[in-house]
């Protein structure tokens, strides 16, 4: 579905920074509308990538949220020194698969 379509139907279920942010993508596939607790980020970056990472610079990741409108977010299958890792649905083709996030952090993203 399109943005504008998406907004119409689980516009409800979506952060303001959501309902926002959406309009950047073609196609969306999930909004992640039975995540509860979603990041509503505050308006200072900080240390903490708008209230997205945790103290230790890993992505707050949600059971049931979503990754760029696509990738539904089902349970962290693990979690170590360069990041977590997530078992997700592909939304779009319907497969399972594994999601790794790196922590937010220089010396783990530019190796």
């Not at 409800?12 to 990041?39: A, P």
């Not at 949220?65 to 979690?79: C, N, P, S």
């Amino acid at each position: 579905m399109t943005a504008p379509e998406a907004i119409q139907c689980f516009g409800d279920s979506m952060t303001q920074f959501e309902l926002q942010e959406i309009m950047n993508y073609r196609k969306v596939y999930t909004v992640g509308e039975n995540c509860r607790n979603k990041i509503h980020p505050s308006a200072v970056c900080g240390n903490n990538n708008y209230g997205f990472d945790n103290d230790k610079n890993d992505y707050a990741m949600l059971d049931g949220d979503h990754v760029a409108y696509r990738w539904l977010l089902l349970k962290q299958l693990g979690k170590g020194a360069f990041g977590q890792v997530y078992k997700a649905q592909d939304m779009k083709t319907g497969e399972v698969v594994a999601l790794k996030a790196a922590k937010n952090d220089t010396k783990y993203r530019d190796q």
